[in-house]
């Protein structure tokens, strides 16, 4: 890392700093007088302006803040990303530290593609932190994109939710009263800008939601500290037993921070054109950096997955359901194909036990262990939180100890300071026995993937499993060609794609044990190349891959981690593009479309100079009818050439190059 010293920054005027992005389009400037204030802006215009401060158990932070001396450094390091959307990861900004004279420092950064701050306690003793003074005033009656909390009611009630569901697109001014929004939220900031609200580094602190009241400011709000827990459900049906964990009352902090604390950066995530969202990566670089540990034995890839297709096989002689035979069968078919891992999804212990060593009679686990590793397939188990954290140190050792590779954790459904201090203490815990995890039922990622490589993937985005039920209705064609440019910033999705059965507008339907995707096969096939995630489910039953091997051979060839990714195109809510490279040099493009489909014209001269092999799915010519009609072809192309392609309404193409 580059971090020059620089002269403390000149006044701009008397109680105000400010600091520029390395090319001098972002400005954040801090003012310092009754209430620290803020403003970010992009050339001549102001983005985002508000207060900072807090109320800790050492005094107020904001209030009066007082400089004891300022400096500015430059930062420039490049560090190696093996198990990420590319190589290496250049971090490059301009960072002001606002030294205070009562414990506590501010320390600001402007990068070309963002901005972010944060608190810095520099006393000597433990805190309580009452609460945080976080406001975003946008200026004007913006249009943002907005992720409401699917529950109303209580902030405490809304506190415990799934952190899944599409964008209300609507003025500010407009919030639905009382109802919180979980992060990122996205802004329209004219003249084509955009900037999304979010955070980094939660590792002692409750995570962020915001809330209009209406008029152009958004307010911070923060879950107070767990006092009470006990076993529950957010399922109102579920009266005993449940996968939950629920907060029964409440501390009048919200955080307990120890002497030292780094509190959680507040970030402002900038783009000129939409596509820059799509590889926006602020969250990512202001992490803590990867603990010093070996990580080499981490295997990212695609993963069998039993539940969304209710393990609905067909053409066997067998009764398909939580039995080994069933597991067997997915095990063969991962091994045929190539698929690193298998899960076994809920159902394969007892809940009403309450121990995830309660195995159900029906599954023979060593057996299975072993059956996989014959076969060169590693297994994952699917585990509740609730029985999950009781046990969690001899959970993860003892089934690491008997061949499991893997936990899917689901049914998280809080980010307070308590779960999100969870996150990193089972990533620990995981580290330590070379076991990875993937976070299922909970908020979306702030980092902890830098820090501990092991976390694959999160969800806290409104996946493909919402289709499944009949009782819900959502459009996730318009939410796929979104969430990419909103939530992705944030880091991986878990959003489980990869449907064998496809339908148009028109057709789409909801069946529990034969669930269909809305949209276009090659709109599935596309999804494992656009959306970031280092472990990738394949959501479909093996009956249905087998049967479809053409696609299925392309999707399990498709990494799940890159050498480089580019941002090809996008408008959000529209269409996006992306191009990434393997670690083989092979090159992929990916790209979604919303209902109205497009006609493409690909421009490849990202291709490095040379003629090279294309491979390609693309929507068929009656695909507009029949959502599973699609053409794979080959051709052979140049780079800076053009390859012209018709989307169909849901649809999308895939693409791999070859050089020749």
Known sequence: MLAVLLPGLPLCARGQYSVASP????????????????????????????????????????????????????????????????????????????????????????????????????????????????????????????????????????????????????????????????????????????????????????????????????RGVFAPYPRTLRQGSHDPSVTVGGHNQVVVDREEFIALCKAGESFPWRVVAVSVEDRQLLDNNLVFKLARPTVKADFSWVRPGMIAWDWWNDRNLTGVDFESGVNNETY???????????????????????????????????????????????????????????????????????????????????????????????????????????????????????????TYPNVLNFEGVHGLEQLKNPSYSCDLVEYDVAFPFIRSINGPVDYTQGAMRNGTRENYRSVWSEPMSQGTRCRQIAEYIVFDSPLNMLCDSPSNYIKEQECTSFITSVPTVWAETIALEGRLGEYETIARQAYDGNWYVGSLASWNGREVSLDLSFLPEGRYRAEIFCDGVNASRNANDYKHCYTEVSSGGTIHLRIAPGGGYAIRFTKI
């Open 328 to 450: 067997k069968y997915f095990i063969d078919f991962a091994a045929a194909n190539g698929i690193p891992y298998v899960v076994l999804d809920d159902g394969w212990y007892d809940r009403m036990a309450g121990s995830a060593f309660a195995v159900v009679p029906q599954i023979d686990l060593p057996e299975l262990i072993s059956y996989a590793d014959s076969k060169g397939v590693s297994l994952m188990l699917w585990v509740g939180y609730y029985v999950f954290q009781k046990d969690m140190d001899k959970i993860i050792s003892d089934y690491a100890a008997m061949g499991i590779k893997g936990f899917k954790l689901d049914a998280i459904g809080r980010d307070d300071q308590l779960m999100n201090e969870f996150y990193y203490k089972a990533a620990e815990i995981a580290l330590r026995n070379k076991v990875v995890l993937d976070f299922h039922g909970g908020a979306k990622p702030a980092g902890l993937n830098r």
């Open 23 to 218: 090319d001098g389009r972002i400005k954040v400037q801090i003012s310092v007088g009754d209430q620290l204030g803020y403003s970010v802006c992009h050339e001549n215009d102001c983005l985002v302006s508000g207060s900072l401060g807090m109320s800790t158990s050492a005094g107020e932070i904001g209030r009066k803040f007082r400089v004891r001396k300022s400096s500015c450094r430059h930062i420039d390091e490049t560090f190696p990303t093996p198990i990420y959307k590319r190589a290496y990861e250049r971090n490059v900004c301009n960072e002001l530290t606002l030294v205070g004279r009562d414990g506590y420092n501010l320390v600001v950064r402007a990068y070309d593609e963002g901005a972010a701050w944060h608190f810095v306690y520099t006393g000597k003793k433990d805190i309580q932190v009452y609460s945080e003074d976080s406001r975003f005033d946008l200026g004007a009656d913006r249009t943002a994109w907005i992720p409401y909390v699917k529950k109303t009611g209580s902030f405490d009630k809304q506190f415990f939710n799934t952190f899944e569901n599409v964008y209300a697109r609507t003025p500010v001014s407009q919030w639905r009263s009382g109802q919180l929004a979980f992060l990122p939220v996205l802004v329209e900031a004219g003249d084509g800008k955009k900037f999304c609200i979010t955070e980094s580094e939660l590792e002692h602190y409750p995570g962020m939601y915001l809330l209009g009241e209406g008029g152009t400011t958004l």
